[in-house]
């Protein structure tokens, strides 16, 4: 950082003891840090026409008072004043909540101008700001920052002013001159005073811009930092495969595989026999075949003298990755076995011994594989199952179990791949983005819940032809909160509906593992041909002849949620139907909806979710982990986050870097994270 920047605040003149002190309540000690506290919005005040103005966004108009005012109040505080206002022969209603005192500028012919949030639907500004006249402004976007205790927005302009004044000759950009230029970006003095004193929106977004991909780039640069500490400090161990073995292996399988498997499984086998441990996150959307990934990777360590294990958050999940992976590897002599809660007493500490004398080759577990009493021989590869179920701590006890085990999550959750890295830090990413071959497009509908007679007839019809069908709800039983459709209700209508014709199971979690398994295996052996079900089915579960999955009340779930639901059908050669039955009232919802019904791919699915939402909501707001920016937002620019993710990698890697002049500032920046981890960069 340039000296300037690091210079205390106090030296910015106008600031005094006391300012400095309340300047830290907002974390700001140095010049940077008050140069670079931004607005964290804007005040337009540019003029416009209603017609361009979408609903909630802001606004300011001009116009013409048409009625009195008229108050309500509401106890002591409260009131509302309302008033008819013409726009550009648009009469649209003004109301201001809290603002009585305003009343003797309202006045029937007065012109005012007034700037509030517009409400298309109700032809409404609610008010925060009005003026007389038509007010001229020297610039019509006006930055608005938080503030706290005694300072405020005024005084805090005044400040950053003075500090671009009296130090803004002296600031230094990061950013060499060519990455400017390759991207038409303002340099870091040109960018800050816009952002603070914006002459125009274009160019305050252009600013912006540039203040993105500086933090991006920072962050990304920082990420190589940690993976490279994390390389050299972790003692992996260099593991000579045997690769006709895994050659042999392959070619046998029912199936030949995707292009996009054979790539993944390469990355793996690589950075299994690399002398550093392997921390990767393999990503595949629904049904493109992660697990068979998984059992060429654990046969792999296994033809080397290891063993492996298989974490998946489910009891169900795991009994099916035991089924699928005995089929697999059994007949190559690999001993898979489970151990999950319903492995009890004397059959548990069986398979304990069997594991601590490696006599088990491959476990397949849930959290019981964690627990302290589960020893391994010679660990040495650990798989999480759609990893997002786990905590960051759970997966650390399972890799403490091994001699430094190289490490595999997979997941389905699909994250773009951007935010996967940021989320992920310095985890290395595979990607499984190709489906096998043949697989059809599941046909996805919305329906509204009044059509359910003709959402029966259509399971019906396809029961017909020797198929099954998943409906699932979002309760296990009746609520007195919520009107939601539940499990129970659900099973005993569509158990009178269909009475002797069909026969309707009932899945949830709160069915013994023992009942569970059985409503399962009745419903793969098409003994039942309906499952109504909680979302406990959600993951993983594989039964490739049901074809339509009917989901009552669709919008309580998530787009992921609805994704990996959708995911149980569409697993076979026959043409599949997702059914969503939703009656959502906002707009964001029946956009979730219609998107559902647009898209079957994940990946396209996760990004239009995350520009709906926001990623709190996708990952779970305190899960998510993504890093605090000041400008970006990872979201909206995660295309920025790419870019700079790529440029940071080709940078550090390459020799240049290393050693020109105009990289001097970002690499003492990344200097200062390697001595931050304890490690020298060389
Ligand atoms: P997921 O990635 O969702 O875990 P699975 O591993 O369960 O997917 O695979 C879904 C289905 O696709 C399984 O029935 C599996 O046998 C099949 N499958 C996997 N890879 C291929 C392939 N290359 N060609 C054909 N079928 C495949
Ligand atoms: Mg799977």
Wanted: aromatic share 8%; net charge neutral.
């Amino acid at each position: 950082m340039s000296g300037a920047m690091n210079r205390p605040v106090i030296e910015v003149n106008g600031i005094g003891e006391e300012t400095a002190k309340q300047l830290e309540g907002l974390r700001i000690y140095t010049v940077g840090d008050l140069l670079e506290h931004f607005p964290f919005r804007y005040e337009d005040y540019q003029l416009k026409d209603l017609h361009e103005v979408k609903h909630e966004e802001r606004v300011t108009v001009n116009g013409i008072v048409q009625s009195e005012p008229s108050i309500r109040y509401f106890g002591k505080k409260k009131n509302r004043l309302t008033f008819r206002f013409l726009v550009n022969q648009v009469l649209i209603t003004v109301t201001f909540f809290n603002r009585a005192f305003l009343k003797s500028k309202v006045t029937v012919g007065t012109e005012l101008t007034i700037t509030g949030k517009w409400d298309q639907h109700r032809m409404t500004i609610t008010g925060n700001e009005l003026q007389a006249g038509q007010v001229i402004r020297d610039t019509t976007i006006s930055p608005i920052y938080s503030v706290a205790g005694k300072l405020t927005t005024k005084a805090l302009k005044k400040y950053i002013y003075q500090a671009m004044k009296q130090f803004g000759s002296e600031l230094t950009d990061l950013l060499p001159d060519e990455l400017l230029q390759k991207y038409k970006l303002p340099t870091k003095k040109e960018a800050l005073s816009r952002l603070h004193c914006p002459p125009n929106a274009e160019s305050m977004k252009h600013a912006r811009r540039r203040m993105v991909y500086e933090e991006f780039l920072l962050f990304q640069l920082k990420m190589q930092v940690f993976r490279k500490v994390n390389r050299d400090k972790s003692q992996g161990k260099a593991i000579i495969i045997p690769k006709e073995e895994i050659e042999r292996f392959m070619t046998e399988l029912p199936f030949p595989l995707t292009g996009a498997q054979e790539r993944v499984v390469n990355e793996i086998i690589k950075d299994i026999e690399s002398d550093y441990r392997m921390n990767r996150l393999l990503q595949g959307d629904v049904g493109s075949g992660k697990t068979v990934v998984a059992a060429i990777c654990m046969y792999a360590i296994v033809c080397s003298g290891y063993q492996a294990a298989l974490m998946v958050p489910t009891e169900i999940l795991a009994e099916q990755h035991v089924q699928s992976l005995k089929s697999l590897l059994e007949p190559f002599d690999v001993t898979v076995e489970l151990l999950a809660g319903s492995v009890k007493g004397k059959k548990r500490r069986e398979r304990l011994d069997r594991i601590k004398n490696g006599d088990i080759q491959v476990v397949v577990g849930t959290h019981a594989l964690i627990q302290d009493d589960v020893h391994f021989s010679r660990l040495g590869l650990v798989i999480t199952d759609e990893q997002h179920r786990f905590g960051v701590e759970q997966r650390r006890v399972l890799r403490d179990k091994g001699e430094n085990p190289d490490v595999l999550f997979m997941t389905a959750t699909p994250i773009p791949r951007t935010l996967a890295i940021s989320v992920f830090g310095d985890m290395d990413v595979s990607i499984i983005d190709e489906m096998p071959a043949g697989r059809k497009t599941i046909e996805t509908y919305w329906a509204k819940p009044d059509m359910l007679e003709r959402v029966l007839d259509f399971i019906e019809k396809e029961l017909k032809e020797g198929r099954q069908a998943y409906v699932i709800c979002p309760l296990i039983e009746e609520s007195e909160k919520l009107d939601v459709q539940n499990a129970i209700d659900v099973h005993m209508i569509l158990q009178q509906h269909y009475k002797d014709k069909w026969k309707v199971g009932l899945m949830h979690g709160r069915l013994h593992a023992s009942e569970k398994d059985a409503v399962m295996e009745s419903f793969s052996l098409n003994e039942t041909q309906i499952l109504v079900s909680t979302t406990v089915v959600e993951v993983g579960v594989n039964v490739p002849n049901a074809t339509i999955m009917v989901i009552y009340d669709a919008e309580r779930f998530g787009l992921a949620q609805l994704h990996q639901l959708r995911g149980r059908v569409g697993r076979g050669d026959a043409q599949s139907y997702c059914v969503l039955l939703a009656d959502p009232k906002s707009e964001v919802g029946k956009e979730r909806m219609k998107i559902m019904t647009e898209t079957n791919d994940g990946f396209t699915l996760s990004e239009r979710d995350l520009e709906l939402r926001g990623p709190g909501d996708f990952f779970g707001a305190k899960q998510s982990g993504l890093p605090d920016f000041k400008v970006a937002d990872v979201v909206h620019d995660y295309r920025a986050l790419e870019v700079a993710r790529q440029d940071a990698a080709t940078m550090f890697q390459s020799k240049q870097f290393w050693q020109e002049k105009k990289y001097e500032g970002l690499r003492q920046y990344v200097e200062q994270q390697g001595v931050l981890n304890g490690q020298k960069i060389d």
